[in-house]
């Protein structure tokens, strides 16, 4: 039978320009998020995470933040280049005392960068 | 440091066989983590090992199976395969700390290994 795929959302910006990829989380009860990055044909690259105990994490191009209010996340890059086309998902997971073995997905942003 | 290795990295296999999949973690790690990613589920979370032990399990049926080694590599294998097995299949690897130590820890991922069930 034909099988459907999930519909990613889709953001297309200009090189130079900043990007803001958004995430609806679904366990209130998660306390560390990571979002990484999948590039074509490669396994998801760590991009940045944050504890649940923050608002906001910068790294270097990247600003994560977390409103634990609504459950949101995003992933803000200043000054997006063409390298940074690829398709970024945010992850969520709770150690509940035991491990953050088992991480929680969202279904993915495709960004794509224009030169 | 040498990443996640996972091999191989593409198999071609028929309905009915099974497959083992394996997966070297970063030096130093513990835990290793196992993902299935389609186009129609997207990635979802199959089975975490540490310490030789099964310690976290997703909701995937019994034909799903994996095992970790006292080096810490992995393997996880399918048995009996159906046709929605085909998936690009995903090991990540950790430190293993737990929730309790008041630290966080970080999932590294391979580069997968594409199966095709024909």
């Known amino acids: 039978g034909e099988s459907v795929g999930l519909h990613l959302p889709t953001l297309s910006v200009q090189e130079g320009d900043n990007s803001i990829i958004n995430c609806a989380y679904s366990n209130s009860a998660s306390d560390y998020f990571i979002w990484y990055k999948q590039e074509s044909g490669k396994g998801p690259q760590f991009i940045i995470d944050?504890?649940?105990?923050?608002d906001k994490r910068q790294g270097k191009r990247v600003t994560v933040l977390l409103n634990k209010t609504v459950k949101h996340l995003s992933l803000q890059i200043a000054a997006t280049q063409p390298g940074d086309s690829a398709v970024y998902f945010c992850?969520?997971?709770?150690?509940?005392?035991?491990?953050?073995?088992?991480?929680?997905f969202g279904q993915g942003t495709i960004l794509t960068v224009h030169p | 440091k040498a990443g996640v290795t996972q091999t191989p990295r593409y198999l071609i296999k028929t309905r009915g066989q099974q497959v083992t999949l394996s997966c070297s973690p970063i030096?130093?790690?513990?835990?290793v983590s196992w993902y299935q990613q389609t186009p129609g589920q997207g990635l979802q979370f199959l089975f975490e090992?540490?310490?030789?032990?099964?310690?976290n399990k997703g909701n995937f049926p019994g034909r799903f199976s994996g095992r970790q080694f006292s080096n810490s590599r992995s393997e996880m294998n399918v048995s009996t395969l159906e046709l929605g097995d085909s998936a690009l299949y995903l090991c990540a690897s950790s430190l293993g700390v737990t929730g309790t130590s008041g630290s966080t820890d970080t999932q590294y991922f391979g580069p997968g290994t594409r199966l095709t069930v024909l």
């Open positions: 944050i504890r649940s105990n923050m």
């Open positions: 030096s130093g790690h513990r835990s």
């Open positions: 992850a969520e997971t709770n150690a509940g005392g035991t491990s953050y073995g088992k991480l929680t």
């Open positions: 090992y540490f310490s030789e032990t099964q310690r």
